[in-house]
T-cell receptor, first 110, second 112 residues
Framework: EDQVTQSPEALRLQEGESSSLNCSYT??????LFWYRQDPGKGPEFLFT???AGEEKEKERLKATLTKKESFLHITAPKPEDSATYLC???????????FGTGTRLLVSP | DADVTQTPRNRITKTGKRIMLECSQT?????MYWYRQDPGLGLRLIYY???????NKGEISDGYSVSRQAQAKFSLSLESAIPNQTALYFC???????????FGQGTRLTVV
């Protein structure tokens, strides 16, 4: 059974204080690993897809990396507007459906 | 306008009532999904459809049914609502295998 575990559950940072969020996964065959951002009361918003170990993608202050067992979302010099819940999901090669972790709630204080 | 639109956005209903949540998308995608989100449990798949004639159960389909009326429309029904179906419901669509899903704004359903 595919599983996704995200840590920490919650993270509080000061503005400008860089950190990383972790997504550990087990999957029978990885089709893709997805990162989403979710603001309160809204639907998840797509950030990145990673397909193979060693791949990296960047967008503004966010950088996602992938190994065979986990993915990291690095946040460099965060701003208060980066506050949100970050969700990780995997899709396997067989069932082609997303399996989500429970997310990391990030709060960035000014 | 949003690519994926869900109606209603909020709904309070009584135990035992039948309720339908509707979803429409303008992305032109074949694949559509219904998820529910509960605190601490994350997003869980209820039903999915890879095209108009294809409907599949997800991991938590008991107590729910769906209808795919057209490529752009996918509705979720609760035949007889119960309080533990109180949750945030999301519809999503994707283009194909291995591609990202686009989510609607969600429907907050409360069953009293």
């Amino acid at each position: 059974e595919d599983q996704v575990t995200q840590s920490p559950e919650a993270l509080r940072l000061q503005e400008g204080e860089s950190s990383s969020l972790n997504c550990s996964y087990t999957v029978s065959g990885l089709r893709g690993l997805f990162w989403y951002r979710q603001d309160p009361g809204k639907g998840p918003e797509f950030l990145f897809t990673l397909y193979s170990a060693g791949e990296e993608k960047e967008k503004e202050r966010l950088k996602a990396t992938l190994t065979k067992k986990e993915s990291f979302l690095h946040i460099t010099a965060p701003k208060p507007e980066d506050s949100a819940t970050y969700l990780c999901a995997v899709m396997n090669t067989g069932f082609q459906k997303l399996v989500f972790g429970t997310g990391t709630r990030l709060l960035v204080s000014p | 306008d949003a690519d994926v639109t869900q109606t209603p956005r909020n709904r309070i209903t009584k135990t035992g009532k039948r309720i339908m949540l509707e979803c429409s998308q303008t992305k032109g995608h074949d694949r559509m999904y219904w998820y529910r989100q509960d605190p601490g449990l994350g997003l869980r798949l209820i039903y999915y459809s890879f095209d108009v004639k294809d409907i599949n159960k997800g991991e938590i389909s008991d107590g729910y049914s769906v209808s795919r009326q057209a490529q752009a429309k996918f509705s979720l029904s609760l035949e007889s609502a119960i309080p533990n179906q109180t949750a945030l419901y999301f519809c999503a669509t994707s283009e194909g295998a291995g591609t990202e899903a686009f989510f609607g704004q969600g429907t907050r359903l409360t069953v009293v």
